[in-house]
T-cell receptor
Framework: AQTVTQSQPEMSVQEAETVTLSCTYDTSESDYYLFWYKQPPSRQMILVIRQEAYKQQNATENRFSVNFQKAAKSFSLKISDSQLGDAAMYFCAYSRPLSGYSTLTFGKGTMLLVSP | NAGVTQTPKFRVLKTGQSMTLLCAQDMNHEYMYWYRQDPGMGLRLIHYSVGEGTTAKGEVPDGYNVSRLKKQNFLLGLESAAPSQTSVYFC??????????????FGPGTRLTVL
């Protein structure tokens, strides 16, 4: 079974600074997808960024970028120019398309605190 | 566009009571999912549906039943609630099963407490 590990229960960053959230995963598959989801206090899960395992290039979405190291099974999220609105719980997730459905396996999350 | 909505937002039950959580999506998505989120844990899949009239078990299905009579609705039932089912429940939907393109969209969650 696939597992996703987020070793940082909580991280802090000041506004305008850069922070990196860590994620490692375990899988024997070669074709899979990795995601970072954001869960603000409103509880609504929002997709931040997606990475396809067969792509060498790291995904980027505005201030959010990933460092995908396939051999090391590492998938970290870098948030640049942090804003107060970035404060949330961040979940790393893994997915692999199966014959009937595509399921998400989540890590336990990292709480990001942003201070002025 | 409402996206994915969940009813109710909060509920308190006594052990042994039953209830149904309703999930509705207006995006014409084929796939729908029910997850639970416990403190210090990521979301875990309870049941899912790949289309109207179909349901299947996920990672933690025991104690729950589901139905998908209409494409836009996915119901999660607890026949005899237990304190271990105290959790936040999330519904999600996606157009298809391809993680490359078919993003799962989540509802705002239902906080359920079983006393």
């Amino acid at each position: 079974a696939q597992t996703v590990t987020q070793s940082q229960p909580e991280m802090s960053v000041q506004e305008a600074e850069t922070v990196t959230l860590s994620c490692t995963y375990d899988t024997s598959e070669s074709d899979y997808y990795l995601f970072w989801y954001k869960q603000p206090p409103s509880r609504q899960m929002i997709l931040v960024i997606r990475q396809e395992a067969y792509k060498q290039q790291n995904a980027t979405e505005n201030r959010f970028s990933v460092n995908f190291q396939k051999a090391a099974k590492s998938f970290s999220l870098k948030i640049s120019d942090s804003q107060l609105g970035d404060a949330a719980m961040y979940f790393c997730a893994y997915s692999r398309p199966l014959s009937g459905y595509s399921t998400l396996t989540f890590g336990k999350g990292t709480m990001l605190l942003v201070s002025p | 566009n409402a996206g994915v909505t969940q009813t109710p937002k909060f509920r308190v039950l006594k052990t042994g009571q039953s209830m149904t959580l309703l999930c509705a999506q207006d995006m014409n998505h084929e796939y729908m999912y029910w997850y639970r989120q416990d403190p210090g844990m990521g979301l875990r899949l309870i049941h899912y549906s790949v289309g109207e009239g179909t349901t299947a078990k996920g990672e933690v299905p025991d104690g729950y039943n589901v139905s998908r009579l209409k494409k836009q609705n996915f119901l999660l039932g607890l026949e005899s609630a237990a304190p271990s089912q105290t959790s936040v429940y999330f519904c999600a939907s996606s157009r298809g099963r391809q993680p490359s393109t078919d993003t799962q969209y989540f509802g705002p969650g239902t906080r359920l407490t079983v006393l």
